[in-house]
């Protein structure tokens, strides 16, 4: 019985990847770890840095998560990580996802990409409007897990 809870207790690994770490990846992980702290120990990476997105931080903080704090880098800067789940945001992402050692399980749940869509957008509240709304759609995929990874 002892063991059975210690296992029950182990909190799920899972790595948010993104082409740029950051935005869509760095999104999940702020829900993640603001959401499901006390079962999910949330990361996130790319395969490439493009630094944080100010956009992504203050519509996050919008919905008070604050995700000020994280810093974009690649997957080789997670060494020695093991995880339960890496879970792909783009397709960029999805289709150079690099392999990981161990019983990871792959999964890709696309988002849009709000940077690229922003970048139409003929006023600032046109363009956080496309981040407000990637940004609810990610919070509701993290408030499925762990249920929604198969």
């Known amino acids: 019985m002892l063991l059975l809870t210690r296992v029950a207790m182990r909190r799920l690994k899972i790595l948010f990847l993104c082409t740029g770490n950051s935005c869509r990846s760095q999104m999940a992980e702020g829900w ?29 903080a919008e919905a008070g998560v604050d995700i000020s704090g994280h810093s974009s880098k690649t997957v080789d800067e997670l060494p020695g990580q093991e995880f339960d789940y890496a879970i ?38 046109e363009a956080l409007a496309h981040y407000r709304r990637v940004r609810d759609e990610i919070r509701t995929f993290i408030e499925g897990m762990p249920e929604n990874l198969g």
């Open 32 to 60: 993640a770890r603001h959401l499901k702290g006390e079962t999910i120990e949330a990361y996130s990476a790319g395969t490439v840095k493009h630094g944080m997105n100010e956009r992504a931080v203050r519509v996050m």
């Open 88 to 125: 792909t945001l783009c397709g960029h992402a999805n289709e150079s996802c690099p392999l990981f050692p161990g019983n990871v399980k792959r999964l890709h749940q696309g988002f849009d990409d709000p940077p690229k869509l922003a970048a139409e957008a003929k006023s600032e509240e």
